[in-house]
């Protein structure tokens, strides 16, 4: 049989349409409605609204509307009808295209219509980066035909998605979204390490090490550059490729090779490590009471708070920490958001109400349309008034830029350290009929003070220096305390301290 090329079928009509199915019998799956009966019909009504309601606060959470239909049967193609009830895409589309008649492609295929529909109605971009959105389904479908594995096909999909011109919005298999899942949940089976993509050179690259972990005891540090998996190059891998890897079966191991930071460009730096897999509870806050002298020679107890990933437990797990630490006399903080890649971006704004008081702006979001929609809170209570210093980085990204720039903007926090990374996109998250997720951005965000964030980043108020030490009494304590800890020798937490201390001999708190 000759197989029939993809064909779409859009009505300029936004009103409900009637779609012959025969001789096809109809799967639908949606987000709302899902069965697995397989019923014959003869048409299929779709109803749309025109009206749909409109929520800033639950654009961060999720966006899921509309439905798939999927049309199915043993002949050479499928019927596929979409329906959107976004006042952009009032109406319905009918697609034909050739079925695989490899199952596991076959399963794929509508899970590229899934992500097509998800991204053709909440998209950031309308234009889908100047491109014909819908001739874009029907090449996909046309490639992913004579494939014979779901490995190949999901290729496919991700080089449809890459299209947008948007690294943030792409699918990841099922196996991928579980140790996604896992690491946001705050429990995994692994080595206890934290890896990112340096944006400069592409590299995978340790950001961090939870306490006690396989990583940390065997000497990994901040900087390294992961080279090898179990013998594998990591080469175009991405982070959570590479996590995947190195999570496994507590009882196990994994074989690691990695440059030292200090000499990245020599061979001779590259070590071989083993290293034991174990049950690895995530905190995403590490935390610290630095004792401090004041320049009029009084004690003051500084709370040193590292904020390592906004999971769901980051937002409790401040709070608690903030009040132990009140609680233990602490009269000045210190919030360090170096090199945390994000993560859920509720939690960050949940992570800034611990702060703040009142009904303050937390962040602006534009949707696709350009309407721009302030995000509030609602009568609220910080947990401490005491003054607040926040330091930043270069790796600092997306719910942490959130956060500063909500501390920041609404007079909270002074900014110390490097300007970050500059993701001001917020996405949806979003699991489809086969276990893979598809990350879309659907909106981009601006700080309270309407600065834009998105491949700009937030300049700090001070930068982290020991230039910023200027008298010899400053410099002669940064020498004594590299001695005592290297928390304490961190020169940006001695600019820190510097700042707390000026905010202090005004009276001021923040």
Same mark, same amino acid.
């Given at each position: 049989m000759e197989l029939l090329s993809p064909k779409l079928i859009s009505p300029k009509s936004p009103t409900p349409t009637s779609l012959q199915l025969l001789p096809h019998r109809l799967w639908c799956s949606s987000r709302f409605f899902t069965t697995k009966k397989l019923i014959p019909c003869a048409s299929y009504h779709i109803k749309t609204d025109s009206n749909p309601p409109s929520n800033a606060q639950h654009l961060i959470q999720?966006?899921?509307?509309?439905?798939?239909?999927?049309?199915?049967?043993?002949?050479?193609?499928?019927?596929?009808?979409?329906?959107?009830?976004?006042?952009?895409?009032?109406?319905?589309?009918?697609?034909?295209?050739?079925?695989?008649?490899?199952?596991?492609?076959?399963?794929?295929?509508?899970?590229?219509?899934?992500?097509?529909?998800?991204?053709?109605?909440?998209?950031? /971009?309308?234009?889908?980066?100047?491109?014909?959105?819908?001739?874009?389904?029907?090449?996909?479908?046309?490639?992913?035909?004579?494939?014979?594995?779901?490995?190949a096909a999901y290729t496919k999909i991700s080089g449809m998605l890459s299209t947008l011109g948007d690294p943030f919005t792409r699918i990841i298999s099922p196996k991928e979204y579980q140790s996604f899942r896992i690491g946001s949940d705050g429990n995994l089976q692994g080595v206890?390490?934290?890896?990112?993509?340096?944006?400069?050179?592409?590299h995978l690259v340790v950001l961090s090490c939870v306490e006690g972990s396989p990583a940390a005891r065997a000497g990994i540090h901040e900087g390294d550059e992961l080279v090898e998996i179990n013998g594998e190059r990591? /080469?175009?891998? /991405?982070?959570?490729?590479?996590?995947?890897?190195?999570?496994?079966r507590a009882g196990t191991s994994v074989t690691v090779k990695l440059h030292s930071e200090k000499d990245i460009q020599s061979d001779s730096t590259i070590r071989e490590v083993n290293l034991p897999r174990e049950y690895?509870?995530?905190?995403?806050?590490?935390?610290?009471?630095?004792?401090?002298?004041?320049?009029?020679?009084?004690?003051?107890?500084?709370?040193?708070?590292?904020?390592?990933?906004?999971s769901q437990t980051a937002a409790a797990d401040m709070e608690n920490t903030i009040y132990e630490m009140e609680n233990q006399g602490v009269q000045s903080y210190i919030l360090d958001l170096r090199n945390n890649p994000g993560g859920l971006v509720k939690a960050g704004l949940d992570v800034a109400q611990i702060w703040l008081d009142g009904d303050e702006t937390l962040v602006n979001t534009i949707d696709r349309e350009g309407n721009m929609s302030p995000i509030n809170m609602i009568n609220g209570h910080a947990v401490t008034h005491d003054p607040l210093v926040v330091l930043v980085n270069e790796r600092s990204a997306s719910a942490s830029e959130i956060l500063a720039g909500a501390l920041h903007d609404n007079g909270r926090a002074i900014l110390v350290g490097h300007k970050t990374f500059g993701k001001g996109k917020i996405q949806s998250v979003t699991e489809l009929h086969d276990?893979?997720?598809?990350?879309?951005?659907?909106?981009?965000?601006?700080?309270?003070?309407?600065? /834009?964030?998105?491949?700009?980043?937030?300049?700090?108020?001070?930068?982290?220096?020991?230039?910023?030490?200027?008298?010899?009494?400053?410099?002669?304590?940064?020498?004594?305390?590299?001695?005592?800890?290297?928390?304490?020798?961190?020169?940006?937490?001695?600019?820190?301290?510097?700042?707390?201390?000026?905010?202090?001999?005004?009276?001021?708190?923040?």
């Open positions: 999720s966006i899921s509307k509309g439905f798939l239909g999927f049309a199915t049967a043993a002949a050479a193609t499928a019927l596929v009808s979409i329906c959107c009830d976004s006042p952009a895409f009032a109406e319905s589309l009918t697609v034909a295209f050739p079925v695989s008649r490899a199952p596991e492609v076959n399963t794929v295929q509508r899970t590229l219509v899934e992500a097509w529909g998800l991204i053709r109605e909440t998209f950031v /971009d309308p234009t889908f980066n100047h491109q014909d959105w819908d001739s874009k389904l029907q090449q996909t479908m046309v490639e992913m035909f004579p494939l014979r594995s779901a490995d206890g390490i934290f890896i990112s993509v340096e944006p400069r050179t592409g990591l /080469d175009g891998v /991405d982070s959570e490729a590479a996590a995947l890897r190195l999570r496994g690895i509870k995530l905190s995403p806050i590490s935390r610290a009471i630095i004792p401090h002298k004041t320049p009029d020679g009084r004690l003051l107890k500084t709370g040193y708070v590292k904020l390592s990933a906004f276990g893979s997720a598809l990350f879309v951005t659907v909106a981009k965000y601006l700080s309270p003070a309407l600065h /834009d964030i998105d491949q700009v980043g937030i300049t700090p108020d001070v930068q982290c220096t020991t230039d910023m030490l200027n008298s010899p009494k400053e410099l002669s304590l940064l020498k004594e305390k590299s001695s005592v800890s290297s928390l304490e020798a961190d020169s940006c937490i001695m600019v820190a301290e510097h700042e707390l201390d000026i905010q202090d001999s005004k009276g001021t708190a923040s």
